[in-house]
């Protein structure tokens, strides 16, 4: 716990602390410190078009944030909090426009890592923590992906061991007249329309992540059959799991691996195109280099 004390103090004085959530690792600094807020775009390399998601310890202190709080979003919260779900929704005028890339609304939610509850708990602060590696590149799953791709720009690493969801949280808008799912990930589209009705689906500024190269290794992918040349590795549905949770949970941490090789090419067969991969598939199609 000490640690975790020494994490909450440095992003109260607006230092910058990685830390793991059941997704991926993120790169908080205090959402409502804008100057602290600048140092993540800094340290990622990221444009300020891009906005931040908004991690909170509590229903109550994600509407703190919020200028209104739908009724559908208050069922999804109850659902799926603490849980990989971001819900966008109108945002209050003091959370500074840097996290939001200067748009009305913000992306909450309350992660489920024990270490990112904790973390929350002792700060009392919401954090603003996209993924902890540089701009575009493959996401951190664990602890030395974030110190082998951000180093000594980090102020803390807090280190709780593999992710076990593994890919970005599913991001569902309010900002409309109808919920939109604007990144899919490993909540559905079918879990999400079980509690609140139908839902459209598409990208749009709210979300990060909506990039069309992002969650990219260095070794090129190519969706689909193997070049005839070079030397490269396959992944195919039958070197992978069957079941998209555990495919989910297992695919950063290898290509990071895969990426360390120096292979020419990683050939990736794309996995179902049914609601339970929509996650998977989306990670894949964005980090190709080739489809």
């Known amino acids: 716990m000490t640690e975790i004390r020494r994490a909450a103090e440095l992003l109260r004085a607006g230092r910058l602390v990685a830390f793991p959530t059941e997704t991926v690792y993120g790169l908080g600094a205090n959402a409502l410190d804008e100057a602290a807020v600048r140092r993540i775009f800094e340290a990622k390399g990221r444009p300020l078009s891009s906005p931040l998601i908004v991690h909170v310890a509590s229903i109550d202190m994600a509407r703190d944030l919020a200028l209104e709080w739908p009724e559908q979003a208050g069922l999804l919260a109850l659902r799926f909090w603490p849980g990989p779900l971001t819900l966008v929704v109108p945002k209050q005028a003091h959370v500074p426009d840097v996290v939001t890339a200067g748009l009305p609304s913000v992306g909450l939610r309350i992660p489920a890592h024990p270490l990112a509850q904790a973390l929350l708990e002792a700060a009392q602060i919401p954090v603003a923590a996209p993924s902890a590696n540089r701009f575009t590149e493959l996401s951190p799953t664990t602890a030395d992906h974030v110190r082998d791709g951000l180093g000594s720009r980090v102020d803390l690493i807090l280190d709780g061991g593999p992710c076990t969801v593994g890919i970005e949280s599913t991001v569902l808008s309010f900002a409309g007249s109808v919920p939109r799912i604007l990144r899919p990930g490993m909540i559905t589209r079918t879990q999400i329309e079980d509690v609140i009705g139908p839902v459209d689906v598409g990208g749009g500024a709210e979300s990060p992540g909506q990039h069309p190269r992002h969650y990219s290794p260095r070794t090129p992918i190519i969706l689909g059959p193997p070049p005839s040349t070079g030397r490269g590795a396959r992944l195919d549905l039958d070197s992978m799991p069957r079941d998209a ?16 090789e120096g292979y020419d090419w990683i050939a990736i067969e794309l996995p179902p195109d049914t609601p339970e991969w929509a996650g998977v598939r989306d990670r894949l199609k964005r980090a190709a280099h080739k489809i």
Do not use: I
Not at 246 to 257: P, V
């Open 245 to 260: 949770s555990a495919y989910a949970e297992r695919l950063y941490g290898l290509l990071h691996n895969l990426d360390r």
